[in-house]
């Protein structure tokens, strides 16, 4: 049995800006340098490096240093292969729950049309 | 050179329905009504549900990521209305990456049904494949999204 959930909820926290979202997005696709990732985001650096810091308390980002150039990357770790698959397949769960509340819904509708909202 | 493992992990997911048991039970045991649901065709899909003890299901699809995934479920217990049991194994490609038991219980309250999913499964092999951890990246923050817009958390 496996309970991550205080960290999940740490991560889901800092996942609950549009711009964190973002960075971690594009740090799915491979390491990426802070200018790199401050570049399609309209803001100042320091805002951006304020944004990195939350990701960075929270477990799912790190960064290393050479030179002048930072590089983030996403923390392997941090999605274990367990916590992973447990969130990929709740969340699968989630989704058919939801279109099975949808599906439902609409065998009601068809039965009874005076439905309250 | 696949590195031998396994984990497992329980979950359990509540729901609640604005329809009486009996109709929440019929979308999971008419397989017209499941494959709405359950698998709906996004094209390529290969859905069959034999939806009696000793009976199976098979939902076959490719993800977007372009792995054809495999569910096949044999039925292990059935009270109509009340509660399904039933294992499944989950392929992908050829990989058997896991195994599980699952039971859904179906309970009226006054104005519906409550619904309970839990999940018992041991998940293989999968500690070198990084592909899934970049799966439960996206699946996160997908859940992320259904967390914001839902007072479950």
């Not at chain 2, 992908?92 to 999913?117: K, N, P, W």
């Not at chain 2, 914001?148 to 958390?153: E, I, K, V």
Request: include cysteine; glycine fraction near 8%; charge should be neutral.
């Amino acid at each position: 049995m496996v309970n991550h959930y205080a960290d999940l909820d740490a991560r889901f926290q800092a996942l609950s800006d549009t711009t964190r979202r973002s960075i971690v997005e594009r740090l799915g696709l491979g390491p990426a340098s802070v200018s790199d990732l401050a570049r399609p985001l309209a803001m100042s650096l320091p805002a951006v490096l304020q944004h990195l810091r939350v990701l960075e308390d929270s477990g799912l980002v790190t960064s290393t240093k050479a030179g002048r150039v930072r590089t983030c990357r996403l923390e392997p770790k941090a999605l274990a292969a367990t916590e992973g698959w447990i969130t990929e397949r709740r969340v699968g769960w989630e989704r058919r729950l939801d279109r099975l509340g949808a599906y439902l819904d609409d065998q009601q509708t068809n039965r009874q049309p005076k439905r309250h909202p | 050179m696949t590195t031998r493992s396994t984990a497992l992990a329980t979950f359990v997911i509540d729901r609640h329905y604005d329809a009486p048991p009996d109709e929440v039970y019929a979308a999971w045991s008419t397989p017209t009504a499941k494959a709405r649901w359950f698998a709906p065709g996004d094209g390529g899909s290969d859905y069959r549900l034999d939806f009696r003890v000793g009976g199976h299901e098979l939902n076959r699809g490719r993800a977007p990521d372009g792995d054809v995934y495999t569910y096949e479920a044999t039925y292990s217990d059935i009270v109509a209305g009340r509660r399904i049991v039933y294992t499944y194994t989950m392929d992908r490609g050829d990989t058997r990456i896991s195994v599980s038991l699952a039971t859904v219980e179906f309970e009226a309250t006054g104005s519906g049904t409550r619904l309970t999913l839990s999940e018992q499964g041991v998940f293989l092999d999968e500690g070198d494949k990084l592909e899934f951890r970049e799966v439960g990246t996206r699946a996160l923050l997908d859940s992320l999204a259904s967390a914001l817009g839902s007072t479950s958390g």
